[in-house]
C-alpha cells in the first residue's frame, strides 16, 4: 500500500499548477458514491472534481422505468458540460456504460474536454447501432446463470425497461477483488439502471468530426467479469485511443485498486499540459 500511495504522490507532484478538474462519471445501477475513494484522493492531492448522478441513479429520485432515451439519462452530464464557461476544460471519466456517456458529451462538447478515459467502459464510436458494438460493449452475463432481476415497465410482452444484478451475484461478478467493506457498501445502494434508455444510444454522424478531436485513454482491467478483457481488446482495436493503460483489477478499480487509478488519472492531467 505504501508504494501505491508514493506512486499516486509522485504522478500529481508532475501535474500541472492549475489543479485539473475531473468529472466522474458512474455505470448503470452505480451513482456518484462509486467514486468516494478517488474523489477523497483528487480533492487531499488539490484537484477540482465533480461526481455526477446520472437520471435516475444515486439519489435522483426519477423512477428508471420512465427513463426511455438515452439523451434523457445522459442529460445531467450534458447540463453540467453546458453550464462550464467557454474556456474551462475537463477531463471527463466515464466507467462501464458510462462510456457511453463520456462519448456523446465528447461529440456535443469537444471544447469543453481536455481528455476523455475509459474506465472499464464502453468505447463506441456511434453508439449501440451493429450487432459488433453489442457483442463488444454490452455486459454478456449468460455464463454466470440467472443473474438479472428485471422490471418490463410497457409491459410483459416488450423488452425490460430496468435491470439490476441480484445481490447474491454482485460480489463474484462486480467487486471480486475489492474489499469486502466496498461490495457490502454497493450491495445497499445499486440501484435498477435503465437499460432501455442505455440501447438507444446511438450519437450522430454529424457529432463523429468532434469526438475524434477530443484525446482519448482506455484504462483496461484484466480480471473483469463484466466487460470483459476481450471486449476491452475489441472496442481498442476498432477505434484506437491515444494512449491504454492496463490494471490487474476487476470491473470496480475505483474500489480494488484506487491509487493506482488515481495514479493513472493525474498522470494524464499531467500530459494534457
Not at 478515459?117 to 453489442?134: F, H, I
Not at 455486459?139 to 428485471?150: I, M, R, T
Not at 481498442?236 to 488519472?265: N, Y
Request: hydrophobic share 40%.
Amino acid at each position: 500500500m505504501g508504494e501505491e500511495v508514493r506512486m499516486a504522490e509522485t504522478a500529481a507532484a508532475t501535474a500541472s499548477e492549475k489543479p485539473a478538474h475531473f468529472v466522474l462519471v458512474h455505470g448503470i445501477g452505480g451513482g456518484a458514491w462509486c467514486w468516494y475513494k478517488i474523489r477523497s484522493l483528487m480533492e487531499s492531492s488539490g484537484y477540482a472534481v465533480s461526481c455526477l448522478d446520472l437520471t435516475s441513479a444515486g439519489v435522483d429520485p426519477t423512477d428508471p422505468n420512465t427513463v426511455l432515451t438515452f439523451d434523457e439519462y445522459n442529460k445531467p452530464l450534458l447540463d453540467f458540460l453546458s453550464t462550464l464557461p467557454e474556456d474551462e476544460q475537463v477531463i471527463l471519466v466515464g466507467h462501464s456504460a458510462g462510456g457511453l456517456s463520456v462519448t456523446q458529451a465528447s461529440g456535443k462538447f469537444p471544447g469543453k474536454i481536455r481528455a476523455a478515459v475509459y474506465v472499464a467502459a464502453t468505447m463506441l464510436k456511434n453508439g449501440v447501432r451493429t450487432d459488433q458494438d453489442v457483442k463488444d460493449g454490452v455486459p454478456d452475463l449468460s455464463g454466470f446463470g440467472d443473474v438479472h432481476d428485471l422490471t418490463f415497465g410497457l409491459g410483459p410482452d416488450k423488452p425490460p425497461t430496468s435491470t439490476t444484478m441480484k445481490q447474491e451475484f454482485q460480489r463474484s461478478i462486480i467487486y471480486q477483488m475489492s474489499p469486502l467493506e466496498d461490495s457490502t457498501l454497493a450491495a445497499m445502494l445499486l440501484k435498477p439502471g435503465p437499460v432501455t434508455a442505455l440501447m438507444t444510444a446511438k450519437f450522430p454522424e454529424e457529432e463523429a468530426e468532434g469526438v475524434e478531436r477530443v484525446r482519448r485513454v482506455y484504462i483496461k482491467t484484466a480480471q473483469d467479469r463484466v466487460v470483459k478483457p476481450e471486449q476491452q481488446d475489441s472496442m481498442i482495436a476498432r477505434w484506437p485511443p491515444g494512449e491504454v493503460f492496463t490494471l490487474d483489477s476487476d470491473h470496480s478499480p475505483f474500489f480494488s485498486v484506487p491509487f493506482l487509478l488515481f495514479g493513472l488519472l493525474v498522470k494524464v492531467a499531467a500530459s494534457c499540459g
